[in-house]
């Protein structure tokens, strides 16, 4: 049953995903050819400040929904009503927090821009659209999504987002064509309400018993108000990786190269998209399995965990690094490309996207929230000087720079170190010889797709299908080669024939 919900809501996550990157392409190609690059830097910007304003949710989501796992588990509807009208009050209490931490920073918004305002534009009006959208993401009925997570149902929450998606999607290609920049702005409170609303329906629907009302005790409020606080840390950290990066280049660098970063940043979004696709996914799952089954368990469970992501992000940054200049060249034209020193450092990001994913879904399923609090604000701190300094040393190489410096050197090692430590107790060892394994292979792949692409042909469509043969073909060839035998391999030949059987 675990692994057939695992399989469905893969299956339902992997359509939004499709959905969620096509359209946005075509979004982001309307608007840089129909309004200009810096109306999309004006997108990037607001949604990067409006991000970090959403830390003020704390990172509950998964705190909350971890809370939920034992009581819907066993049916205790009663606990889950109670924890449910708790939610629905502090999701409310961050909404309006968002709305007057974003009201007060309006009047400063155009500091966080260094040059290339679109003329005519109001970004105050923009950024404040932004800002309702935002809002109403926590303030109505936010806190449904949380069941759907915790009862391993994301299929109804994709399904949600799926509808709502190619409603919002398409209204904002039209209107960009027609140069209504306002129009497509304004769709997108619009579908958050309509996302949230129809999320609601859904969980009634499905989920009639679960009525929030009642309080919960004072004990849960306390370990929720210690885990929520541990939990916001790591959230801050998070942040410092992406949202902040964006505020960086657009305010030392402009709103075009902001741009031309996130045109990379879209591609990048893809694998990281599936990455995190896996970690939704398998997170409720694995904590289901964790409260109900032995350490041992639990660690086959994370081997097994390790080689499916470890080796797709692998994948993934290999495609990456030898396709992305190519498809940048195909879709906007060879002025919009950035150095090849930039693609190397976001190839090793995607990379390393695996084992932050692995990561988040190990502490998280089992509940670690209140380990390394201080560590992940050295690697914030570390972080945000960082991309400060290098940016105005060496450019957008110094954003990703910053970021991989603080990942490799101190996020993940010290991540590692505290579920070793504290939960997989004496699986050290062995976890690090299996990294290690995973990143010879990843060097060694690299090198030879690597090799293969220099003797691409030159005509440029010939050259990039030539490439995307070499990418898609020589890291599960290699993978095969090299872990048949293991028996994680074997675990994930025997899923993929079970399901080919069971469809035929």
């Not at 009503?81 to 400063?108: D, H, M, Q, W």
């Not at 260094?114 to 993401?137: E, H, R």
């Not at 303030?139 to 799926?162: P, R």
């Amino acid at each position: 049953m675990r692994i057939n919900n695992v399989i469905r809501n893969m299956i339902s996550e992997l359509l939004l995903g499709v959905v969620g990157t096509i359209f946005p392409f075509l979004v982001r190609t309307c608007i840089i050819k129909y309004l200009g690059s810096e109306y999309m830097g004006l997108n990037s910007l607001c949604s990067s400040v409006l991000y970090v304003l959403s830390a003020a949710d704390l990172g509950v989501a998964n705190a909350f929904a971890f809370r939920l796992y034992k009581p819907i588990a066993i049916g205790d509807s009663e606990e889950v009503c109670r924890l449910l009208e708790f939610y629905r009050k502090v999701y409310s209490a961050i909404g309006l927090f968002i709305l007057c931490i974003g009201v007060a920073i309006l009047p400063f918004f155009k500091c966080f821009i260094s040059q290339n305002i679109p003329d005519g534009i109001n970004v105050y009006l923009v950024f404040f659209l932004y800002l309702m959208n935002t809002v109403i993401s926590y303030t109505v009925f936010a806190y449904k999504n949380l069941i759907f997570i915790a009862d391993q149902k994301k299929i109804y929450e994709s399904g949600t987002l799926l509808i709502a998606f190619v409603l919002l999607y398409t209204g904002q290609i039209l209107s960009v064509l027609v140069r209504k920049y306002y129009i497509s702005v304004c769709m997108l409170p619009l579908h958050t309400l309509f996302t949230n609303i129809l999320r609601n329906e859904i969980a009634k629907r499905k989920y009639p018993d679960y009525i929030p009302h009642g309080s919960v005790s004072g004990e849960v409020i306390a370990e929720l108000k210690r885990d929520i606080f541990s939990v916001a840390v790591y959230k801050f950290r998070d942040l410092s990786r992406d949202a902040f990066d964006s505020i960086v280049i657009s305010a030392f660098l402009g709103l075009i190269v902001l741009s031309d970063y996130q045109n990379y940043g879209m591609i990048k979004a893809v694998p990281v998209w599936v990455l995190g696709m896996l970690y939704a996914v398998l997170l409720p799952s694995v904590g289901n399995f964790a409260i109900s089954n032995s350490l041992e368990d639990v660690y086959n469970i994370y081997k097994k965990n390790a080689f499916i992501i470890l080796f797709l992000s692998g994948w993934f940054a290999i495609c990456y690094c030898f396709l992305v200049q190519d498809v940048i060249v195909i879709w906007l034209g060879m002025d919009f490309r950035l150095s090849w020193m930039t693609v190397v450092l976001l190839s090793v990001y995607i990379y390393l996207q695996g084992e932050i994913v692995l990561i988040k879904i190990t502490r998280e399923s089992i509940g670690l929230w209140n380990r390394g609090k201080v560590w992940a604000g050295i690697e914030m701190m570390v972080n945000l000087v960082l991309n400060v300094v290098l940016v105005s040393r060496i450019g957008v190489e110094g954003i990703v720079l910053a970021t991989l410096i603080s990942m490799l050197f101190i996020g993940i090692p010290v991540e590692n170190r505290i579920i070793f430590r504290q939960y997989f107790i004496g699986k050290g060892t062995d976890k690090l010889k299996r990294a290690v394994i995973n990143m010879v292979w990843m060097i060694c792949t690299a090198c030879i797709a690597g090799l293969l692409c220099s003797i691409a042909p030159h005509a440029q469509y010939i050259s990039f299908a030539y490439k995307l043969c070499v990418c898609l073909l020589i890291p599960p060839v290699s993978c095969t080669l090299c872990f048949r035998q293991t028996e994680e391999f074997r675990f994930v030949k025997e899923v993929a024939v079970g399901l080919l059987r069971k469809h035929q």
